[in-house]
């Protein structure tokens, strides 16, 4: 069992930044894959970015790559998304997720457990 406790979200303008934050309770939070996702209201819910136990990264769509980056500490348990240059398309609950396997993946079924989420709202 893992439970994930994210951070840092908030109100920013456009064009600011954010760093999120995800704390894993447990011993063995270098044998899990992480990802983060979002949802905005009355959208389906959204890969961001993912980090494999090696450190390999997977990114969602276009408009997310050279924005934001995921990483990992494990001696922290703790994995992070840095968001820059965010717009107002990037409002919605972010949400980190914790799987059970050794690669990151996109679809949202192939993670085991997640977080409460963490509201990020960017303002025009």
């Known amino acids: 069992q893992v439970h994930l406790v994210e951070s840092g979200g908030g109100l920013v303008q456009a064009g600011g930044s954010l760093r999120l934050s995800c704390v894993a309770s447990?011993?063995?939070?270098?044998?899990?894959?992480m990802g983060w996702f979002r949802q905005a209201p009355g959208k389906e819910r959204e890969f961001v970015a993912g980090?494999?136990?090696?450190?390999?990264?997977?990114y969602g769509g276009d408009s997310m790559k050279g924005r934001f980056t995921i990483s990992r500490d494990n001696g922290k348990n703790t994995v992070y998304l840095q968001m820059n240059s965010l717009e107002p398309e990037d409002t919605a609950v972010y949400y980190c997720?914790?799987?059970?396997?050794?690669?990151?993946?996109?679809?949202?079924?192939?993670?085991?457990?997640w977080g409460q989420g963490t509201q990020v709202t960017v303002s025009s």
């Open positions: 997720a914790a799987a059970q396997t050794a690669y990151t993946s996109r679809p949202s079924t192939e993670y085991d457990y």
């Open positions: 447990g011993r063995t939070f270098n044998m899990y894959a």
């Open positions: 980090i494999a136990r090696n450190g390999g990264t997977l």
